[in-house]
C-alpha cells in the first residue's frame, strides 16, 4: 500500500506528461509499475505527482530502414508479437523470453522500465548497450539522443535529466548474436549477465553484474577459444559490485564462463 498523499497522472500524449513533469516539484515516471510501484509502496521514492505512461503512445515497435524504433512502454510481451521480431533482433527476443518473473513480468514490465531502473544485473541494459542502442529522450526543453552506454552512469544512475522522459529506443539489427546468464534461482535477479554480437565484422561481448554498468570487450583480434575468452574477461573486468545475492569477487569468477558461453551461441566467427 503507498501511504503518501499523491497525485496521479496517466496523460494522453508525451507533451502533456512533459509539462506534468516540469510544473512538479516531485515528480517519478510509472512504465509498466513493476519496478515502481513496489518503491512507492515501501517508501523508497516518494513524490507529489506519479505519472504513467501507458496511455502516451509509447507502445509502438516501428522498422524505419535498417533501423529498428521501440517505443519505451513496449513490454516484453509486446515486443515478441512484432511480426518478424525474432529474424531481427534475436538478441532482445532471447531476453524477452528469458525475463525473470515469467509471464506476469512479461506482460506488464517494460524495455524503457527497465532500462531506466539500471540493475547492474538486469538483462536490458546489458542487451541494449550489446546493440550500440541510441536512446531518445524528451522534456518541455526538446528532444536529445544519447546512446546507451553513455545513459547507464552506474548502479541505479542514469544521465537522465529531471523533467525528461525516456520515449523511444533505437537498434540496428546485427549479424550474429548470443545471450547468457546465470541466475540463483529462477525467480532471481541475474548474477551476471553477458552478450555477445558480431557486426561488421568485429566481435565484441558486453558484461553485465561485475561494474556498476554494463562492460564492453572487443574481441575482434582474439581466438575466441573458451580459455583465452576466460583470460581476457579476468583481465579487462574489474570486480566492483557486489549486492544481497553475491559479492564482487564470484560475479568477476564466474564473468569469463559466462561470457564464453554468449560468444559460442555465435558459432563460427
Known amino acids: 500500500m503507498i ?6 497522472h496517466a496523460p494522453p500524449d508525451v507533451d502533456i506528461a512533459c509539462r506534468i513533469l516540469a510544473d512538479s516539484s ?7 509499475g513493476t519496478i515502481a510501484v513496489p518503491r512507492l509502496g515501501r517508501g523508497e521514492v516518494r513524490a507529489d505527482d506519479v505519472v504513467h505512461l501507458h496511455r502516451a503512445g509509447l507502445t509502438g515497435v516501428r522498422l524505419s530502414g535498417d533501423e529498428l524504433s521501440i517505443g519505451s512502454m513496449v513490454t516484453y510481451t509486446g515486443l515478441l508479437a512484432t511480426p518478424g521480431i525474432d529474424a531481427l533482433i534475436p538478441l532482445l527476443c532471447a531476453v524477452a523470453r528469458g525475463i525473470t518473473g515469467g509471464d506476469q513480468i512479461r506482460n506488464q514490465g517494460t524495455l524503457g522500465g527497465s532500462l531506466c531502473h539500471a540493475n547492474p544485473a538486469s ?18 526543453h526538446g528532444e536529445r539522443e544519447v546512446r546507451a552506454e553513455e545513459f547507464l552512469r552506474g548502479g541505479f544512475q542514469t544521465t537522465i535529466r529531471p523533467g525528461e522522459i525516456l520515449t523511444h529506443i533505437l537498434v540496428r539489427p546485427v549479424e550474429k548474436s548470443g545471450y547468457c546468464k546465470f541466475k540463483l534461482s529462477e525467480s532471481s535477479w541475474p548474477i551476471v549477465t553477458a552478450a555477445a554480437t558480431v557486426s561488421g565484422g568485429r ?26 575468452i576466460r583470460e581476457l574477461v579476468a583481465a579487462t573486468v ?3 559490485w557486489s549486492d544481497a545475492l553475491a559479492p564482487a569477487e564470484y560475479r568477476h ?3 569469463g564462463e559466462i561470457a564464453a558461453r554468449a560468444v559460442a551461441q555465435l558459432g563460427g566467427m
Open 123 to 140: 538483462d536490458v541494459p546489458t542487451a541494449l548497450v550489446a546493440l550500440r542502442a541510441r536512446l531518445i529522450l524528451r522534456s518541455v
Open 238 to 240: 574489474r570486480p566492483l
Open 3 to 8: 501511504r503518501d498523499r499523491l497525485r496521479y
Open 26 to 32: 516531485s515528480a517519478t515516471v510509472i512504465g509498466g
Open 253 to 255: 569468477l564466474i564473468s
Open 203 to 228: 566481435c565484441q561481448v558486453v558484461l553485465g553484474g561485475v561494474e556498476p554498468a554494463p562492460v564492453r570487450i572487443d574481441l575482434s583480434s582474439v581466438v575466441t577459444t573458451e580459455s583465452a
